[in-house]
T-cell receptor, first 117, second 115 residues
Framework: AQKVTQAQTEISVVEKEDVTLDCVYETRDTTYYLFWYKQPPSGELVFLIRRNSFDEQNEISGRYSWNFQKSTSSFNFTITASQVVDSAVYFCALSEALDLNTDKLIFGTGTRLQVFP | NAGVTQTPKFQVLKTGQSMTLQCAQDMNHEYMSWYRQDPGMGLRLIHYSVGAGITDQGEVPNGYNVSRSTTEDFPLRLLSAAPSQTSVYFC??????????????FGEGSRLTVL
């Protein structure tokens, strides 16, 4: 069965530190998508990135970068030079081949990131 | 630019009462879904719909009912509220039409407490 594990419940850093949020997934499918979402204190979830199982290239967007490794079933998220505005709960999610017509996402339990000034 | 609108934002119920959480989107999205968020559990899918007139169960459907009579609306009904249904509920939508993006647009959430 599909599963997403975010072992880090809460991480605290000081502004300008780099931080990596871990995500490990389980799936029997060879075709799947992985996602990261951000939930700021306001509560609304915001889409950050999508990665398909055939594309293992790392991606960088400003201070955000994502490292996808199929060999370890991981899709980790790094924030470089963290800022107070990065404080949020971050969710990793998975969508499998059978559900690829439905946008059904399986979410991890989330990692709460607190960035202190 | 409304996006996904959920009402009410807060609700307190007594055990056994019924209620409906409303969800409306104005983006002409075909796919809509309901999640509940509980501490330590992440978000779990309750029900989803790939278009008007079509609904299906997610991971935790028991105690909930949905319908999709229009593209815009996807209400979630609690038939007989139980304390275990105390949670924050999120409605989400996406383009659908067989185009999988995983880019769900979420509402602000509805916090429900069942006493």
């Amino acid at each position: 069965a599909q599963k997403v594990t975010q072992a880090q419940t809460e991480i605290s850093v000081v502004e300008k530190e780099d931080v990596t949020l871990d995500c490990v997934y389980e799936t029997r499918d060879t075709t799947y998508y992985l996602f990261w979402y951000k939930q700021p204190p306001s509560g609304e979830l915001v889409f950050l990135i999508r990665r398909n199982s055939f594309d293992e290239q790392n991606e960088i967007s400003g201070r955000y970068s994502w490292n996808f490794q199929k060999s370890t079933s991981s899709f980790n998220f790094t924030i470089t030079a963290s800022q107070v505005v990065d404080s949020a709960v971050y969710f990793c999610a998975l969508s499998e081949a059978l559900d690829l017509n439905t946008d059904k996402l399986i979410f991890g339990t989330g990692t709460r990131l607190q960035v202190f000034p | 630019n409304a996006g996904v609108t959920q009402t009410p934002k807060f609700q307190v119920l007594k055990t056994g009462q019924s209620m409906t959480l409303q969800c409306a989107q104005d983006m002409n999205h075909e796919y809509m879904s309901w999640y509940r968020q509980d501490p330590g559990m992440g978000l779990r899918l309750i029900h989803y719909s790939v278009g008007a007139g079509i609904t299906d169960q997610g991971e935790v459907p028991n105690g909930y009912n949905v319908s999709r009579s229009t593209t815009e609306d996807f209400p979630l009904r609690l038939l007989s509220a139980a304390p275990s249904q105390t949670s924050v509920y999120f409605c989400a939508s996406s383009l659908g039409q067989g185009l999988v993006t995983g880019e769900l647009f979420f509402g602000e959430g509805s916090r429900l407490t069942v006493l």
